[in-house]
């Protein structure tokens, strides 16, 4: 059955560092979506994507943030400077269908700033 | 303000018990609403949705629009069952607003 993949599963990063961190969503999937869930509180949406744009966006997605689909497989989440509170579990999400329709979630990519 | 409230940390049962998880939810338009379900050492998981009124792994959610509750419910609960289970709910847009979660332990 086809899933969702996310690398690395762990990434250390120093604070005022970029990372980027990838996912690659089921092939036939149009809709794409980052979340996250900070150690202790709940899962959170960053934002969505299709057709090479962003279709929404949560107040925490601000300037530091950005995503792209490089190629047809890929989907990345880039911070450009971490900061502490940025530690979190990383989730990468794709669906066939818009709206309110199963979401299949990557792994997760946990992420350390220091 | 749209938010999902589950009450309930965590809920210990003996296996064979009956189990409900408390949801509630804030939205002002008519969303869809989901539990997700994550498994130790395993991805969150749809375990089912309101529009598909399906009774998967024997667990049911009734949606009450009147008390804005989603509350999932299970006759008789199996260790299998131990995992963390989030409510969540979703409008037009797709974006998934979630619960707390709730850890549900299933003791033998």
């Known amino acids: 059955e086809p899933e969702v993949t996310q690398t690395p599963s762990h990434q250390v990063t120093q604070m005022g560092q970029e990372v980027i961190l990838r996912c690659v969503p089921i092939s036939n999937h149009l809709y794409f979506y980052w979340y996250r869930q900070i150690l202790g509180q709940k899962v959170e949406f960053l934002v969505s994507f299709y057709n090479n744009e962003i279709s929404e966006k949560s107040e925490i997605f601000d300037d530091q943030f950005s995503v792209e689909r490089p190629d047809g497989s890929n989907f990345t989440l880039k911070i450009r400077s971490t900061k502490l509170e940025d530690s979190a579990m990383y989730f990468c999400?794709?669906?066939?269908?818009?709206?309110?329709?199963?979401?299949?979630f990557g792994p997760g990519t946990r992420l350390t700033v220091t | 303000a749209q938010r999902v409230t589950q009450p309930e940390k965590l809920l210990s049962v003996f296996k064979g018990a009956p189990v409900e998880l408390k949801c509630n939810y804030s939205?002002?338009?008519?969303?869809?609403l989901f539990w997700y379900v994550q498994y130790s050492r395993q991805r969150l998981q749809l375990l089912l949705r309101?529009?598909s009124r399906e009774s998967i792994k024997g667990f049911t959610a009734d949606l009450n629009k009147g008390e804005t509750s989603f509350h999932l419910k299970k006759p008789f609960a199996q260790e299998e069952d131990s995992a963390m289970y989030y409510c969540a709910l979703s409008g037009n847009t797709g974006k998934l607003i979630f619960g707390q979660g709730t850890t549900l332990q299933v003791k033998p």
């Open positions: 309101h529009i």
């Open positions: 999400a794709s669906s066939d269908k818009e709206g309110p329709y199963e979401q299949y």
């Open positions: 939205y002002s338009g008519s969303p869809e």
